[in-house]
Each structure stands twice: as structure tokens, then as C-alpha cells.
């Protein structure tokens, strides 16, 4: 009988991301940050006046999850915050959160190049593509 398990997409697309996460987790402990951590730490460097809801918006997850991850953040002295309202709080960087996004870039660059390397640029190009559609297909 055939393990349906191993056809499934979802299950195949957790498995390469949770190998994806592991692998680079390994590279970026030696700097005592992880990945997820190092993600938010970009959105905030590229994002303009970015505050917790919109990085929950770009990354799909949900804001007690953010939060946490921020506060984890935040208590490294890696990122501040301050009101723009009572609602809401813009986060920025600090000197300490350039340095750690400056001293982790040039392995975060070879893990990604190292991946991308394995594949052509039109297989780059369709597995874009191939992961958008399946984004849309779960947003429907």
C-alpha cells in the first residue's frame, strides 16, 4: 500500500521547511540567535515604520506569537519600540540589532546560496511560483 503521507504536499513542504529552519538554526547558534528571530530583525530593517501587526500580516502567523518573539527581541536590546498612538508601537532597530543582522548576513548569504545553487534559475522561478499558488489556494 502506498503511504499517502509521503504524496502530501503539506507534509512534504513542512518536512523541507522544518529541515530548512533546523539547518540554519545550527549555523546561527554560535551567535545565540535563531532564525525566526532573525527573520523579524530584516522585516524591521526593510519595513518602513513596521509595527507587530504588519509583521504578522507578512509572515502569516499570529500576534501573541510575534509578541513573543519581539519581547525575546527586545530583551537582547536587539530592537526598541516607541507609540505613535495608544495603540499602536513602530519598532526599530538598535545599534546591537545592526550587528547582529551585519555579523549573521554573510552566512545567511552562503546557506541561501547553497540551496539555490541546487537548483536553475527556472526551477527557482517555478517553485516561486508553485508556493504562491498554494498560498492562494489556503487564502481562498
Do not use: C, W
Amino acid at each position: 500500500m502506498e503511504n499517502k503521507l509521503l504524496k502530501s504536499i503539506g507534509f512534504n513542504v513542512n518536512l523541507t521547511a522544518n529541515l530548512l529552519n533546523s539547518s540554519i538554526n545550527q549555523i546561527l547558534h554560535k551567535y545565540s540567535i535563531a532564525i525566526e528571530q532573525r527573520v523579524l530583525l530584516e522585516i524591521i530593517k526593510y519595513e518602513d515604520q513596521v509595527n507587530q501587526t504588519r509583521i504578522a500580516q507578512i509572515l502569516r502567523k499570529d500576534k501573541t506569537t510575534i509578541s513573543r518573539t519581539l519581547k525575546t527581541l527586545e530583551n537582547k536590546g536587539y530592537i526598541s519600540k516607541y507609540s505613535i498612538d495608544k495603540r499602536t508601537n513602530v519598532i526599530n532597530l538598535t545599534p546591537l540589532g545592526e550587528e547582529i543582522l551585519e555579523q549573521t548576513e554573510k552566512e545567511v548569504k552562503i546557506f541561501r546560496d547553497k540551496i539555490s545553487s541546487k537548483l536553475s534559475n527556472q526551477e527557482i522561478e517555478q517553485l516561486f511560483t508553485t508556493l504562491d499558488k498554494v498560498v492562494y489556494a489556503l487564502s481562498e
